[in-house]
């Protein structure tokens, strides 16, 4: 699992063995580290459902090796591009990479044509993260502090992490002095996975819980809240894992500003606003227990929406490979993603 030497960048979740996909089980972490062998379409569906394998960029990639593998076994391919893309609804990298495969199967590709596509898409994942890094730190002024939310590492791409990678190379430029992660509750992926990648990579951070974030920003001690995204609509609205929205809120109130990362993989021109991003619920069991043990009372009811959008308007600035989108409106989305 490790890639030795690489300063902070050391963490490969989502491994192609050639003839099955592995993935580090992120439900365990950081109290165990266990790999799960996928070794058909159907177990990779369930581990992007069940978010073993999880973040916006890690299920597009986990979900083209498992229309690859399908191929290798000489499965149907169209029932299992439709059972992968039902897996989850909100992040787009997931439609985007099947859309991606389904049009090598249509120009005719092989096993083997499918196979090198999923590397590619792995690949240039990869690249993506180490460019946004650089163009996202170099918006940063020496000495920073810097709020994260949810887990946008390696973990949750190809590696190196899109909003993680901010923070990564800002940190390795010297320009962000400090990081704090929200915990992001249910799933705690903030205090569970960022966490554990930033003790990994030595750079120092502290938790806060998902509460604190105003109070933080009052204090002075961050200058950018900087998250990841799970679709860019066409206005430059961001759905992202919930609680984004009233950091971003916060933050507008409070003078911090608020940078989007996010490969081109995550924008989606196809909706024109967040108001037409599917916001994927999860179980309400989800929030009544914690780590497994029941927490609230028998008989509460829960709401557990996972993601929210926050409006273009509160962003100050949305990281992609391509470039650099400031105050991003419908005009500078379309100049710079438009076909
Ligand atoms: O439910 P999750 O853990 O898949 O949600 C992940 C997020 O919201 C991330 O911030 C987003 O996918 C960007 S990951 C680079």
């Not at 159907?42 to 299920?59: F, H, M, N, Y």
């Amino acid at each position: 699992m490790i890639i030795a030497a690489e300063t902070h960048d050391s963490i490969r979740a989502v491994q192609w063995q050639g003839d099955h996909l592995r993935l580090l089980d992120q439900r365990l972490l950081p109290g165990e580290e266990r790999w799960i062998d996928c070794r058909d379409a159907a177990q990779v569906t369930q581990a992007i459902r069940d978010l073993a394998v999880r973040g916006a960029p890690a299920i597009g990639i986990a979900a083209a090796w498992g229309v690859a593998m399908a191929a290798q076994q000489g499965a149907p391919l169209e029932p299992v591009l439709a059972m992968l893309r039902a897996a989850r609804p909100t992040a787009v990298n997931l439609m985007w990479a099947l859309d991606r495969m389904k049009k090598r199967i249509a120009a005719g590709a092989d096993a083997g044509a499918l196979l090198r596509e999923a590397q590619a898409i792995q690949n240039e994942d990869l690249a993506a993260n180490r460019r946004m890094g650089e163009l996202g730190a170099a918006l940063i002024s020496t000495g920073s502090g810097v709020l994260t939310h949810c887990n946008t590492g390696s973990l949750a791409t190809a590696g190196y992490g899109t909003a993680l990678g901010v923070i990564r190379a800002g940190v390795a430029a010297g320009r962000i002095a400090r990081v704090y992660a929200g915990e992001t509750r249910p799933w705690q992926q903030g205090a569970r996975l960022t966490m554990w990648e930033l003790v990994r990579d030595g750079i120092p951070a502290q938790l806060i819980a998902d509460s604190a974030a105003a109070h933080l920003m009052k204090s002075g001690a961050v200058q950018w809240v900087i998250v990841g995204a799970d679709r860019i609509a066409a206005n430059g609205d961001t759905a992202n894992k919930i609680g984004t929205y009233q950091l971003a809120i916060a933050a507008k109130y409070h003078g911090v500003k608020f940078m989007v990362v996010a490969p081109s993989s995550t924008v989606d021109m196809a909706t024109g606003s967040g108001e037409e991003i599917e916001i994927e619920l999860r179980d309400p069991a989800e929030l009544l227990s914690t780590g497994g043990r029941r927490t609230v009372v028998e008989g509460a009811q829960a709401w557990n929406p996972v993601f929210d959008v926050a409006p273009a308007e509160l962003i100050d600035a949305i990281v992609t490979e391509r470039g650099v989108i400031e105050r991003p409106n419908s005009i500078a989305m379309q100049a710079m993603f438009g076909c």
